[in-house]
């Protein structure tokens, strides 16, 4: 099957400062891609849509411009942490669609954990 | 916000036992898919049934689904400890383009 990878898996910063984290579709192109966070024992919370080479939709309580998304290519889509807070420790995942044609398909990353001292 | 519930939130049976973990869903869907985590790793894909199918099965796997209800359920038969994982229904609301993830169970296996 397709492979998404994500870098890095765990990162550890202090607070304020900012987290770059990269998700890639190895084998295949891929036009949208999503960001979840996962808080620990709960679910996976949508917190953005990411299209490529347009702006991404955040959902509804995710503050855009702490969360910058950037979806330069076919193959890379990167979540930046603006100025991190402990609160923003969480388990990052990101999944990218194969195409538009079977929309229900998606392929996850193994995750990054950040944790913010 | 999240469109599933799931019930139990936590379950533990003993090595060979079958598990079973009900979803409900709150809007009309086009499919639900059901996905498994082990625990800190990201997401594996199990089994995806549409809205006009009722059951189907993948190896050891059942998953049934009942529209009229909006709930599915998914069976796991014999299990193995190789099974502990926390379990998610997701389903693509009509009109909208995303997963949306249901609160999950944890299932854990005995040897």
């Known amino acids: 099957g397709a492979v998404v990878s994500q870098h890095p898996s765990r990162v550890i910063c202090k607070s304020g400062t900012s987290v770059k984290i990269e998700c890639r579709s190895l084998d295949f192109q891929a036009t949208t891609m999503f960001w979840y966070r996962q808080f620990p024992k709960q679910s996976l919370m949508l917190m953005a849509t990411s299209n490529e080479g347009s702006k991404a939709t955040y959902e509804q309580g995710v503050e855009k411009d702490k969360f910058l998304i950037n979806h330069a290519s076919l193959t890379l889509s990167t979540l930046t942490v603006t100025s991190a807070h402990p609160e923003d420790s969480s388990f990052y995942i990101c999944?990218?669609?194969?195409?538009?044609?079977?929309?229900?398909?998606?392929?996850f990353g193994p995750g990054t954990r950040l944790l913010v001292l | 916000s999240q469109q599933g519930e799931e019930d139990p939130q936590a379950l533990s049976i003993q090595e060979g036992e079958n598990a079973t973990m009900n979803c409900s869903y709150k809007?009309?869907?086009?499919?639900l898919q059901w996905y498994r985590q082990n625990s800190g790793r990201g997401l594996v894909h199990l089994i995806l049934?549409?809205?006009?199918?009722r059951e189907k099965h993948s190896g050891r796997l059942r998953v049934t689904l009942d529209t009229s209800k909006k709930s599915s359920s998914l069976l796991i038969t014999a299990s193995r400890a190789a099974d502990t994982a926390s379990y998610f229904c997701?389903?693509?609301?009509?009109?909208?383009?995303?997963?949306?993830f249901g609160q999950g169970t944890r299932l854990t296996i005995n040897p």
């Open positions: 997701a389903t693509i609301i009509q009109g909208a383009q995303k997963l949306v």
């Open positions: 049934i549409r809205s006009n199918e």
């Open positions: 999944s990218a669609r194969l195409n538009s044609v079977s929309p229900e398909t998606q392929y």
């Open positions: 809007t009309s869907i086009n499919n």
